[in-house]
């Protein structure tokens, strides 16, 4: 509501991901908040890391409301679902049991869920995968808890896979970073190359990091 009164004519779309299943009650509170738009996502296709039920989101609000039709979405949902039968083959399978509430405390963002978990599994970390997101947790925080989109939620990424695969905490990042073979991405985020993050770029380790790079 604060946003709507500050700029009551800036377009205001709001955009989410249903990893704890928040996302529809989320889409119907910012649409009462003054939001122009929300996202959904057609119902075969919604949930988890994808966006919140466009079918549920109707249904709550009432299609007098938003001028929708419930049922004229069901023909949608049955092509989609059809379409997700067909290739459900290529689906990970493990993401349902990965998602859930410690999204608030590791802060993977939804698009990035599923590339994360294919790429632990390609690192050869199958199974440590709850592992991998306490880590994101502690390589976010070392990183300064920075906004976490494209590209820079990869860095993050890149830094909790990388403490996994070599047995190293946060504690010996912060006491080892000028010797550990850190990633590229990592460096190079240190060395300004996404530009620096609101709070700044954490100190000591910034320095310890770059140190003879």
């Known amino acids: 509501g604060e946003l709507r009164k500050k700029y009551p004519k800036l377009p205001i779309h ?18 009462d908040a003054g939001a122009d738009i929300v ?4 119902d075969s296709m919604s949930g988890l890391s994808s966006q919140p039920c466009l079918g549920a989101i109707v249904a709550a609000v009432g299609t007098e409301e938003n001028h929708l039709d419930l049922e004229a979405l069901q023909v949608l949902n ?9 290739y459900s083959p290529f689906e990970v399978p493990q993401l349902s049991s990965a998602i859930g509430s410690n999204v608030y405390m590791h802060e993977i963002p939804g698009g990035q869920y599923t590339n994360l978990l294919f790429q632990s599994q390609q690192l050869g970390l199958s ?20 906004p ?8 993050v990424g890149d830094l909790a896979q990388f403490m996994i695969s070599l047995g190293v905490t946060a504690e010996d990042v ?7 073979p850190l990633p ?19 100190e000591p380790l910034r320095s310890k990091i770059l140190k003879g790079r």
């Open 184 to 202: 590229n991405s990592v460096i190079e985020y240190f060395q300004g190359a996404m530009g620096p993050p609101p709070g700044g770029f954490p």
């Open 148 to 155: 976490k989109v494209t590209p820079s939620s990869k860095v």
């Open 14 to 31: 709001l955009h989410t991901h249903d990893t704890a299943g928040m996302g529809v009650s989320a889409m119907i509170a910012g649409a």
């Open 39 to 42: 996202d959904g996502a057609i």
């Open 127 to 146: 199974g440590r995968f709850g592992e991998v997101k306490k880590a994101y947790q502690d390589a976010n925080k070392l990183m300064g808890d920075i």
């Open 174 to 180: 912060l006491a080892d970073a000028d010797k550990l």
């Open 78 to 86: 049955q092509y989609w679902e059809s379409k997700r039968n067909q």
